[in-house]
């Protein structure tokens, strides 16, 4: 039994990281699609065609399960990953929904950070169309940030920096919720907790992903156990600098605290 994770590059640790700890008799198989990462700023056509190409090469090393960990891939090829391949195949978007759900109480707006690409496709429009009725959801691409993830740029000041900048203009006493709508952007959720006023929740779609995986197993009838937690990791232009990257990158997830603590939540 063993579950494809899939990205452009190592957003989608964020989420096997949450899925080494909720489902740890699992094995899996890490996919990082570096020849063309990042996908966000790149045209739908050409990024449709990579991640056929990039799928395609994770089924031939054999998987049980797909986890498309990325919300631009996700928007683009969804459906049509769905229509090929006939395993269980799980999603992401960013979790405006919860977000607008939450915030109705309050009034206060929800700030959605995701790729260019995602924030411009009719996926995403039609998101926002279906449950912002008040209209307080707004967007913001972050491309540099998965730039600063793939360079394992962690450092603080440069990130707040970083941050300072794109935020200048967002009065944060109006928002209620930031949510991040990009596996990459988890990377950076302590140092975003630290800048941002407290009143301001985080959210991401990690979890929700996990167990939504975790129940489509048992609707498959796929059963449990089997693995001990172990990861291969594959990436497309197979540098072996990346595969130690990808190792790393893990490693660091896990001691910056960013992953849910409790199994309860
Ligand atoms: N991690 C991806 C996402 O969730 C894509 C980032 C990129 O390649 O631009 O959207």
Same mark, same amino acid.
């Given at each position: 039994m063993r579950i494809g994770f899939f990205d452009? @590059?190592? @957003?989608g640790l964020t989420v096997l990281a949450e899925a080494l700890q909720r489902l740890p008799d699992k094995d899996f198989l890490y996919m990082a699609d570096t020849l063309h990462v990042p996908y966000g700023t790149k045209s739908e056509e050409d990024v449709k065609a990579y991640i056929f190409e990039t799928v395609g090469l994770m089924m031939e090393e054999g998987i049980d399960a797909l986890v498309v960990a990325c919300n631009t891939a996700t928007s683009i090829a969804i459906n049509e990953l769905r229509e090929r391949y006939s395993l269980p195949i799980v999603g992401m978007e960013p979790a405006v929904k919860p977000a607008v759900e939450m915030n109705r109480a309050t009034g206060k707006r929800v700030l959605v950070f995701a790729t260019q690409l995602t924030l411009q496709l009719p996926k995403y429009y039609a998101l926002v169309s279906r449950v912002d009725e008040m209209g307080i959801v707004d967007s913001l691409p972050l491309p540099e940030l998965v730039r600063y993830c793939e360079a394992l740029q962690f450092d603080k000041q440069i990130i707040n920096e970083y941050f300072r900048v794109k935020l200048a203009n967002y009065d944060l006493d109006n928002y209620g919720i930031i949510v991040l709508g990009c596996t990459h952007y988890p990377f950076y959720k302590d140092i975003l907790r630290e800048l941002l006023p407290a009143h301001i929740e985080i959210v991401d779609g990690n979890v929700g992903t996990v167990k939504r995986l975790s129940a489509l197993l048992s609707r498959y009838g796929i059963p449990g156990g089997g693995g001990n937690g172990n990861v291969r990791f594959m990436c497309s232009g197979q540098e072996p600098a990346y595969m130690d990257k990808m190792q790393k990158a893990l490693s660091i997830l896990r001691e910056k605290n960013v992953l849910t603590q409790s199994l309860q939540s």
């Amino acid at each position: 039994m063993r579950i494809g994770f899939f990205d452009s @590059g190592l @957003g989608g640790l964020t989420v096997l990281a949450e899925a080494l700890q909720r489902l740890p008799d699992k094995d899996f198989l890490y996919m990082a699609d570096t020849l063309h990462v990042p996908y966000g700023t790149k045209s739908e056509e050409d990024v449709k065609a990579y991640i056929f190409e990039t799928v395609g090469l994770m089924m031939e090393e054999g998987i049980d399960a797909l986890v498309v960990a990325c919300n631009t891939a996700t928007s683009i090829a969804i459906n049509e990953l769905r229509e090929r391949y006939s395993l269980p195949i799980v999603g992401m978007e960013p979790a405006v929904k919860p977000a607008v759900e939450m915030n109705r109480a309050t009034g206060k707006r929800v700030l959605v950070f995701a790729t260019q690409l995602t924030l411009q496709l009719p996926k995403y429009y039609a998101l926002v169309s279906r449950v912002d009725e008040m209209g307080i959801v707004d967007s913001l691409p972050l491309p540099e940030l998965v730039r600063y993830c793939e360079a394992l740029q962690f450092d603080k000041q440069i990130i707040n920096e970083y941050f300072r900048v794109k935020l200048a203009n967002y009065d944060l006493d109006n928002y209620g919720i930031i949510v991040l709508g990009c596996t990459h952007y988890p990377f950076y959720k302590d140092i975003l907790r630290e800048l941002l006023p407290a009143h301001i929740e985080i959210v991401d779609g990690n979890v929700g992903t996990v167990k939504r995986l975790s129940a489509l197993l048992s609707r498959y009838g796929i059963p449990g156990g089997g693995g001990n937690g172990n990861v291969r990791f594959m990436c497309s232009g197979q540098e072996p600098a990346y595969m130690d990257k990808m190792q790393k990158a893990l490693s660091i997830l896990r001691e910056k605290n960013v992953l849910t603590q409790s199994l309860q939540s």
